[in-house]
Structures are given as structure tokens and as C-alpha cells.
């Protein structure tokens, strides 16, 4: 009878059994299937777009580049570390030429792997290194977007209220900053409320300031079309607004 029960037992756990490696290997499926087809379809059709808008291909690990994005890191303050960044690997890169100063569109993976957290968060960065005299160090993202209490905070940056602010920027937008108080002029209010308006909460976007040069990006190296061209227009408007 023991024998009888245990034979049962287990052709009892054999469809649970399948069911997992079946399950398995539709996951390891899937990610080959990202990585080696849609990924590399997506990623063809974003610089394709991108060239339509003026942009051209550029060395990702270039000596001028490397640096604007070491001068303004953390650009998202969302990431796969619980208190600071990880390590970023820029995947691919293109440069607009056609402005005062060059604007760089960045695709990079940022990863990690420790004990605490492990991941790996895509990314789109558009970023020029500029000067931008009297402008405090600060970051802006729309408030309904939860990245973790505190976490600002922890890496230097604290809540403040821009002065000019329109009612309108102050409900949709958190400012931090690392210098205090933050003068945001009328046209920069729009050039970002214009932003939160076409990309959506859903996009995830975060922005930064610096004396030195600015930036916007968004946690999707591989963005849809329409989310993709609302993002070239984001930059392109703050670009005119400083």
C-alpha cells in the first residue's frame, strides 16, 4: 500500500514538473528572442529616427562624452541601486551638431550585482554640456512618480520650491536640489510641462541641471515610436528654453 501511495504521489507531481520546465523554457525562449530579434529591430528603427531629426552616429565611449555623462551622473535618480548608481555600459550613441553646442542621445544599460540588489535598468539620455551661467544644481520629475522616500535626499539633492514656479509646474513637478533655491524661467516651465503633457507618468522621465550642461532620460533604451519622438521633441524644447 506505502509503494502503491508513493508511486501515486508521484505521477502526481509529474504534470507540475513539466509544467515548470515548460514554463522555463518559454522564459529562456523569450529572452533570446528580445536580445537577438526585437531589441536590435527596436534599437535599428530608434537611429533611423533619430537621423531623420538631424542626429549622427557617434563614438559612445568618447573622451567628450564620457565626461558630460560623468559631470551629470546621477541623471535619473531612479536605479537599479538602492543608494547611488551602477555601473554603465553605453550601448549605442548619436550626436546633433546643427546648435550652438553639441546634443548627444546616449542608449546605455546600467547593472549591478551585489549582495543588497541586482539588475539591469535601460536607459535613453539626451544631454548637452553647455554652460549655463547662474544655474543652481538642481533635478526635476513629475510628482506622481514614486522612486523610493528619501532617495533623493540620500544622494545630496533636497526638496525646494523654484521660485516663479506657475501653479501649474508646482502641482506637476518635484524639484530638488543640491545648492537651495532654484529660479526656473517661464520658458523652461513650459519646455518641461510641455514634456510631462506628451511622455507621461508611464515613461518615467527624470531631468537634471547643472552649471555645467543638462540632461533628460527615460528607464527604456528601446523606446515605441510615438514615445520616441515625443522625447527628441522634450529635449529639443528645453534645449531652446535655456
Known amino acids: 500500500m506505502i509503494g502503491l501511495a508513493q508511486q501515486s504521489s508521484k505521477a502526481s507531481d509529474l504534470p507540475l514538473v513539466g509544467g515548470c520546465l515548460g514554463a522555463f523554457a518559454l522564459l529562456v525562449i523569450f529572452v533570446l528572442v528580445w536580445t537577438f530579434v526585437i531589441a536590435p529591430r527596436r534599437a535599428r528603427r530608434q537611429l533611423d529616427e533619430y537621423?531623420?531629426?538631424?542626429?549622427?552616429?557617434?563614438?559612445?565611449?568618447?573622451?567628450?562624452?564620457?565626461?558630460?555623462?560623468?559631470?551629470l551622473t546621477p541623471i535619473m535618480l531612479e536605479g537599479t541601486l538602492h543608494f547611488g548608481e551602477g555601473q554603465r555600459v553605453p550601448l549605442n550613441a548619436m550626436v546633433n551638431r546643427s546648435g550652438s553646442h553639441p546634443r548627444y542621445v546616449v542608449n546605455l544599460a546600467e547593472r549591478t550585482d551585489n549582495q543588497d540588489d541586482s539588475g539591469t535598468v535601460w536607459r535613453t539620455i539626451f544631454l548637452e554640456s553647455r554652460p549655463l551661467p547662474g544655474a543652481a544644481e538642481f533635478s526635476a520629475r513629475l510628482a506622481a512618480v514614486n522612486i523610493g522616500q528619501g532617495r533623493e535626499e540620500r544622494l545630496g539633492l533636497h526638496p525646494v520650491q523654484p521660485a516663479g514656479a506657475s501653479s501649474e509646474f508646482a502641482a506637476a513637478y518635484s524639484v530638488f536640489s543640491a545648492s537651495g533655491s532654484v529660479n526656473l524661467p517661464v520658458s523652461l516651465q513650459e519646455a518641461l510641462l510641455n514634456a510631462a503633457r506628451a511622455l507621461g507618468v508611464a515613461s518615467r522621465f527624470n531631468t537634471r541641471f547643472t552649471p555645467a550642461g543638462w540632461a533628460i532620460s527615460v528607464s527604456n533604451a528601446y523606446l515605441q515610436p510615438k514615445t520616441l519622438r515625443a522625447l527628441v521633441d522634450a529635449a529639443e524644447r528645453i534645449s531652446t528654453a535655456l
Request: hydrophobic share 50%; net charge positive; proline share 5%.
Open 51 to 71: 537621423r531623420k531629426r538631424g542626429y549622427a552616429e557617434a563614438d559612445a565611449k568618447a573622451p567628450e562624452l564620457s565626461a558630460a555623462l560623468a559631470a
